[in-house]
T-cell receptor
Framework: GAVVSQHPSRVICKSGTSVKIECRSL??????MFWYRQFPKQSLMLMAT?????????EQGVEKDKFLINHASLTLSTLTVTSAHPEDSSFYIC????????????FGSGTRLTVV | QQQVKQSPQSLIVQKGGISIINCAYE??????FPWYQQFPGKGPALLIA?????SEKKEGRFTISFNKSAKQFSLHIMDSQPGDSATYFC???????????FGTGTSLTVIP
């Protein structure tokens, strides 16, 4: 089946630094990928929709200058958390539509970001 | 505004019992209703999904019941097992390529 590979699975960074999270579709092309944020024991909140070759669409309240999204190819989307602060610590998950005109979506395994 | 409302927040079921999780929605444009299972530290995995043209879908021990007029759908886990202990999210989407709206999640614990 369709696989979305997300790396790293865990990252700890110092406050003020930037962190890049990669999301790759391994066996299919993903024209659209979604980035979610999940706080402990809470639901997934959509941050932005990433479209290959164009600018990402951010949800209301999400700082696009802080959460940089790049979808440069049909198999790779990246989320860069710039100038990270402790409040950015969270679980970040990407997903991609598996194509074929259907509704299939596959999620990555998530990235646990801890900013110290 | 929560597009999809899910209950209960947590559920404890004995092994062999039936787990039932309910979701409700308002947007009649939604036409795809998946359920996801998430283990700690992992991304959600698709469990089962239904389209509004059917009232029930069964896959193994998992069944979705869908009530279009009431705008409600539920997940039934038959013969619940300790390995089913996880967080379950319902979701809804309209049209291919559009975002999913997730419920708030249900933490299921199946006790031996």
């Amino acid at each position: 089946g369709a696989v979305v590979s997300q790396h790293p699975s865990r990252v700890i960074c110092k406050s003020g630094t930037s962190v890049k999270i990669e999301c790759r579709s391994l066996d299919f092309q993903a024209t659209t990928m979604f980035w979610y944020r999940q706080f402990p024991k809470q639901s997934l909140m959509l941050m932005a929709t990433s479209n290959e070759g164009s600018k990402a669409t951010y949800e209301q309240g999400v700082e696009k200058d802080k959460f940089l999204i790049n979808h440069a190819s049909l198999t790779l989307s990246t989320l860069t958390v710039t100038s990270a602060h402790p409040e950015d610590s969270s679980f970040y998950i990407c997903s991609a539509r598996t194509g074929g005109g259907g509704y299939g979506y596959t999620f990555g395994s998530g990235t646990r970001l801890t900013v110290v | 505004q929560q597009q999809v409302k899910q209950s209960p927040q947590s559920l404890i079921v004995q092994k062999g019992g039936i787990s039932i999780i309910n979701c409700a929605y308002e947007n009649t444009a939604f036409d795809y209703f998946p359920w996801y299972q998430q283990f700690p530290g992992k991304g959600p995995a698709l469990l089962i999904a239904i389209r509004p043209d059917v009232s029930e879908k069964k896959e193994g021990r998992f069944t979705i019941s869908f009530n279009k007029s009431a705008k409600q759908f539920s997940l039934h886990i038959m013969d619940s097992q300790p390995g089913d202990s996880a967080t379950y999210f319902c979701a809804a989407s309209s049209g291919t390529g559009n975002q999913f709206y997730f419920g708030t999640g249900t933490s299921l614990t199946v006790i031996p």
